[in-house]
């Protein structure tokens, strides 16, 4: 069989972790056998090493992975089929065809492959058709919700929004410029509880994470509040003071805790 001899000569006589794996070797080698044949053993040719875990890959990804600078970031059927769910959902938000170029690109310079960075470059690149937010109709804000501009947005108010476009196309922020005051971005997130989604107000960031007017924060707060959504704050017991409480709490952050 083409290619076999070769295949075998790179596994440096280590034997597959399971016998399975060579029926999976064959069927990458034989014509017709799966769709995108011949780019996967095109891929599994240019590989420096043959192992378990780089046949399993290239017998689950999806084709747009199926490249020789690819194929070997992606070990194993587990981390493969993670892969695969990412471009899937990535696709889902982008208007335009994720391409293997777009995957090489959101990898340059890895040798090995965080699944979580990966995805957070992936997003950034190609998602500009993020979830709904509870106030994408709302007259008083407009969404952000094409996570690619996040960066440009992020250097024009001087800001890290850029580092939450993960958390945006997850559905667990949204943010908003506020029409009436255009140098505020409002930040939401999404609770869940009993089964329903409850949206709270995060934050209200200035351009270059300057002052707040109290007149500002008010009318903003007031428009949220058409919509049912304000802040949501952790509790404290009756004996405590709102002054005594802003020295004891600050460092309590229950985005991280619940």
């Not at 209200?204 to 300057?210: E, F, L, Q």
Request: aromatic share 6%; net charge neutral.
């Amino acid at each position: 069989m083409p290619g076999l001899a070769t295949a075998l000569g790179k596994m440096d006589g280590e034997a597959f972790e399971d016998a399975a794996h060579y029926a999976v070797l064959l069927s990458l080698l034989t014509p017709g056998s799966m769709k995108d044949q011949r780019q996967r053993a095109l891929a599994l040719r240019h590989a420096k090493a043959v192992n378990s875990g780089l046949v399993t890959a290239l017998a689950q990804l999806d084709g747009e992975f199926v490249h020789p600078n690819l194929a070997h970031l992606f070990a194993g059927q587990s981390f493969s089929n993670a892969a695969n769910s990412v471009l899937r959902y990535v696709q889902s938000l982008s208007s335009t065809p994720i391409t293997t170029g777009d995957l090489i690109d959101a990898s340059k310079g890895a040798r090995s492959l965080n699944l979580q960075r990966w995805a957070d470059k992936l997003i950034k690149r190609k998602a500009d058709r993020l979830p709904p937010g509870p106030l994408d109709d709302h007259p008083g804000f407009k969404p952000l919700n094409d996570a690619t501009e996040f960066a440009r947005i992020g250097r024009e108010f001087r800001n890290c929004l850029d580092d939450h476009a993960v958390r945006a196309a997850t559905g667990r922020s949204a943010f908003y410029i506020v029409t009436h005051a255009p140098r505020l971005i409002v930040e939401l997130h999404r609770y869940t509880y009993a089964g329903h989604d409850l949206w709270a107000l995060k934050g209200i960031h200035a351009r270059g994470n300057g002052s707040i007017s109290t007149r500002d924060q008010h009318d903003v707060e007031a428009l949220l509040g058409q919509r049912g959504i304000s802040r949501l704050n952790l509790g404290y017991a009756a004996g405590m003071t709102d002054t005594l409480a802003d020295v004891l709490l600050p460092d309590v952050d229950y985005d991280q805790n619940y």
